[in-house]
């Protein structure tokens, strides 16, 4: 993919370390829909896709599945396998994971479906799944409902620079592939962080943390004209967007 694509994710993110201590997990409630919805069971393998430092990985654990975690950057997934040994880790990407064909009950993809080429990750996402076998999407996406989360997406050239359209209804992208019984759900919660875990937060943009110095200097100093009028702890709201469906058996 080009610049603005997979390249810039797998740039953006090498940075598992912050990634990890400043990104949200995803609200119980839809971590839990998704779990009954794709039915996971402690005899059931899912496959995390893109999994990052494995966030969302993390919250699957306690229900017991075998879960294994592909994902393409280094330093996410040094993250990912000492915080998580249970899990398998493999070096993978949306198009070309290394798994046999039929070995997965359920595939999930956490804040990275944006990313793939979704004709083709879908076709292999497709192929790593028993017949009738589970996808799931969730995305975090900030509430610029509210006047400071926009005033701070402005700051951060949010409006400008995004990597996809934000609030973007993936169904009939998942329906184009091969897959069935799309269902979409959202949820809300508040991530609660100090003014310099926010400042984190910021930086672990894609886009950001791969700027130039002097511009992402400009623009921390536009956020931090931003933060400095909130409370020292901050409650950012997130609206959560899950969705599930079923692959078409062929």
């Known amino acids: 993919m080009t610049r603005d694509g997979s390249d810039l994710g797998a740039a953006g993110f090498s940075d598992g370390g912050r990634y990890q201590s400043a990104r949200p997990d995803y609200p119980s ?28 990985t993390g919250q699957l654990v306690p229900y017991g599945p075998r879960i294994t975690a592909v994902e393409p950057a280094a330093g996410m997934r040094a993250v990912l396998a000492a915080r998580l040994p249970s899990v398998e880790v493999l070096e993978g990407r949306d ?25 083709r990750a879908l076709r292999e996402i497709h192929r790593v799944l ?13 509430d610029e409902s509210i006047g400071w989360v926009a005033e701070l997406g402005r700051a951060m050239r949010w409006p400008q620079m995004q990597p996809y359209d934000v609030g973007m209804d993936f169904t009939r992208v998942i329906e184009s592939g091969p897959f069935e019984g799309v269902e979409r759900r959202t949820f809300r919660f508040r991530q609660v962080l100090s003014h310099d875990l926010l400042f984190q937060r910021v930086l672990s943009t894609s886009y950001i943390a791969v700027m130039e110095d002097g511009e992402r200097d400009a623009l921390m100093a536009d956020v931090a004209d931003v933060v400095r009028r909130l409370p020292s702890e901050v409650e950012l709201p997130y609206i959560t967007t899950a969705y599930r469906a079923t692959a078409i058996i062929t």
Do not use: K
């Open 29 to 56: 409630e839809a971590v839990a829909y998704l779990v009954a919805t794709l039915r996971i069971t402690e005899q059931s393998h899912v496959v995390d896709l893109g999994a990052g430092t494995g966030i969302f």
């Open 95 to 119: 198009v070309d994971m290394p798994l046999v064909s039929g070995s997965a009950d359920c595939v999930v993809v956490a804040q990275a479906f944006h990313w793939f080429d979704a004709p």
């Open 130 to 142: 028993v017949e009738g076998g589970g996808l799931g999407l969730i995305w975090n996406e900030r």
